[in-house]
C-alpha cells in the first residue's frame, strides 16, 4: 500500500532547503543584489549620516526570516558605508536550526565589532503579539524579510506591523519569488493538488506589491535572476533528486507518494519553458528573485 502524501516537517523542511541551497545560485543572487544596491540603499538611512560614532544611537536592525550568512554581509555593508556606528542586531527566526547556526556563523566571525546580536526562536506573529504585550515599539532603521512572507498568517497585516517598526528614513527590504519565476507557474497549476503546508501562501512579487500600494507606502522593486540545477529530479532513484522534489512540492517522499499520474504530470510542467531551461544538457529551475525596498 502506498502512503498517503504529506507535507514536511520542520526538521524535513531544513533537509530539502539544503539540497536546493547546493544546487542553486540563490546565495549568488542574493550578493549581487547586495553588491549592486545595498550599499545605495543603507546610505539612504540619514540618521547615520549625521552622528559621529561618539554621539549616535546605535544602528538598529530587524532581520526576519534570516539567512545567517547573507544577514552578515549586509552588516558588513552597512559597517562600510557607516564607519563607526554600532549595530543592534535583532533577529526573528522560528526554526531552533536556523537559530544555531546563525549563532555559529557569529561565533566564527571576530571581524564584527561594534554589532550585538539578539535572536528572537519566534514566528513574525509572535514577535508582533510580544511587542503589543510589552508596549514597546522599538524602531529600526533597517527591517529585512527574506523569502517569509511564504509562512506569515495574514501577509498585509504582517508588513503593515513591520512597515511602522521603521524609523525615520527606515528600510525595509523584502525578498520574495518574481513573477517570471517557475515557481510562480508550478504553483498556478498544482497547488491544489498537494498536501497543505505551514506556508499557507504561495505568493510572489505582485502579490506583495498590491498589499504595498494598498498601504500607501513608497517602494521600488529589483529583479535578479536565480537559476537551481533540478536535473537530478528526473532521475529515477536519485536520492539527492527526491529531496529537490521534495522542497518542490513540500511534500515528504513525492515520488513515492503520489499518485503516478500526477507525478507525472508535475515532471513534464517542470520542463516547460515557463518553469526552467535546458543548459549544457541541464535542466535549469527559474528560481528569479524580486528585492522590494520599502520606504519608511
Known sequence: MIPSMRSLTAEEYVEAFKTFL???TEHQ???EFNKEQMPNIVAGITRLCHCSSHEAQPASLLLG???AGVDLKMIRILQAVHPGVSIDNEIVEPNPQ???AYKELVNQAPDLQNVSFIWHQLTSLEYEQQVKEKGTHKKFDFIHMIQMLYRVEDIPNTIKFFHSCLDHHGKLLIIILSDSSGWASLWKS???CLPATDRG???TCGGITEVLRRLGVEHRVYEFPSGWDITECFIEGDAVGGRMMDFLT???NFLGTAPPALRRRLQAALCQPECSSTRDGRIIFSNNLSMIVVES
Request: with cysteine; hydrophobic share 25%.
Open 65 to 67: 526570516g534570516s539567512l
Open 22 to 24: 547546493d544546487h542553486s
Open 250 to 252: 513540500g511534500t515528504k
Open 98 to 100: 536556523h537559530v544555531a
Open 29 to 31: 543572487c542574493m550578493d
Open 190 to 192: 498544482y497547488r491544489d
Open 201 to 203: 501562501h504561495y505568493i
